[in-house]
């Protein structure tokens, strides 16, 4: 609305409105935005970035992206499978390659270091 350049009281006059109604959730957009870039292969790191653009509150992140959670290891396994196949890189540029292509989707140095530890390059 703001891009329309409706006036911030008549945006904030909506916006309360479809609160009380049930209609405007910030909880519900936050679930359902991680879930969505989880499904897209995305990291932690990317989907808090992605929310903290959009202007959710830190607090709602905390609750729906825990960084350190067991799960991302699996996802971020299923995403390297996914781009690069079952075959672990053989040398230090492959490996640099997807660690690069890991990074940019938002998974942490750990969690890539951690996958990619059992290729032994």
Known sequence: MLARE?????IDDVLVELRQHGLQSDRRFTESFVHVREQRGCGPLRIRAELRERGVAVELIDEFVDV???SWGERLAVVRRKRFGNDYPRDYRERARQARFLRHRGFTTEQIRDELKASGA
């Open 6 to 10: 409706y006036p911030e009281t008549v």
């Open 68 to 70: 350190n959670a067991l």
